[in-house]
């Protein structure tokens, strides 16, 4: 099995923006985002991005006002990211998101963890823990985001397969695995190079975590006002660390 890194950097670096249907569309969904939840600098204007990837999320927050840090382990994500940054105030940071608080030093105003990346971590303990500095991380009325799909679901039989996204050179196909605690996700990307079809192919596990269950640590962690909503399968928490 490959750990996230090395999946990120055998598969999913190259074709990640494509999946979400290009960089643009992706840097605008999130725009959307901000703008639907009223995101804009308050007090200290400093963001922290875990899982940034390409930028969808950082660079949108920039635009908005916000000094950015940007956590990813890929590195090729992290080069897109500056590529597309022109003259933001992003800083960008190659590293394990769970040690964000090793290089971030000041309280912050809003940390994001988006896209699916807190069920990427190791194990439910990690996450526990990932909450805890996220805590402490904030200032005083900072917010904690999240989104993620709910795995605890489990799929049967062909409906395991899950056809991500496909054009004229490039053909992505998902497989689930589920096992009591994660879910071994096995991407299987076709591509057409030099007119001959080429397989890339590698899996790593993603944790099955229910919304009750995050919602229920993140209390456990000390923040209130917890909302959550789902929309497309997608469940969104936005967490407040009050006075």
Known sequence: MATVKEHYSEVLSDVYSWMFGGFEVGIQRNIEFINKHKLTPKSSGIA?????????????????????????????????????????????????LIDFDTVI???????????????????????????????????????????????????????????????????????????????????????????????FKSFYRKLRLSESWILDELSQSGFEKIESTVENGLITIVANKQA
């Open 105 to 199: 030093k000041n309280n912050v105003e809003l940390i994001v963890c988006m896209t699916d990346t807190i069920v990427h971590l190791e194990s439910k303990e990690k996450v526990i823990s990932l909450f805890n500095k996220v805590f402490t991380a904030l200032e005083t009325s900072g917010k904690f985001i999240i989104t993620f799909r709910d795995l605890t679901h489990e799929l049967k039989d062909l409906d395991r397969f899950l056809p991500v996204k496909n054009d004229d050179n490039t053909i992505f196909t998902c497989f689930l695995e589920y096992e009591p605690e994660t879910v071994k996700v096995h991407d299987i990307v076709y591509k057409k190079l030099a007119g001959e079809w080429k397989l």
């Open 48 to 96: 922290v991005d875990l899982g940034a990837g390409c930028g969808f999320q950082s660079i949108p927050l920039a635009k908005a006002g916000y000094s950015v840090t940007a956590f990813d382990i890929d590195a090729k994500l992290l080069q897109e990211l500056k590529g597309n940054s022109d003259k933001l105030k992003i800083t960008t940071v190659q590293g394990d």
